[in-house]
């Protein structure tokens, strides 16, 4: 038997979206690569790190002797809704192409989209 499913009356509705990325990259020897992938989206390039400026300077190194425009981004902390709008408005003020990112901390490994 099968009882029919109600929500209650007082329930929210949400509406969940997401953009999947065109491109992600990742492991190692992924730094290296990285100008020429940001090269077919133009030059211009946010690079969103952690609160560590060291720990990506050889993928900014990369980036800019490859021919790359990098603004920064530095992410202390989980993000919250001020952190949000103030990176949308680094975007807005970069205009780039691409976004890259450090996952788990190695400046070795970089995460595009």
Known sequence: MRLPIREPADSIHMDF???A???LRFGWGS???LPSWVRAYGQ???LVRGSCEARNA???QALVEGGCEVA???VAHEPDVPMIDAALAAARDHRPGALS???SGSPRESKTW
């Open 72 to 74: 920064e981004f530095a």
């Open 31 to 33: 730094v290296a690569e």
């Open 21 to 23: 990325a065109q491109q």
């Open 58 to 60: 050889a993928q900014r």
């Open 17 to 19: 979206q997401s953009a």
């Open 44 to 46: 211009r390039l946010l």
């Open 101 to 103: 990112g450090s996952y």
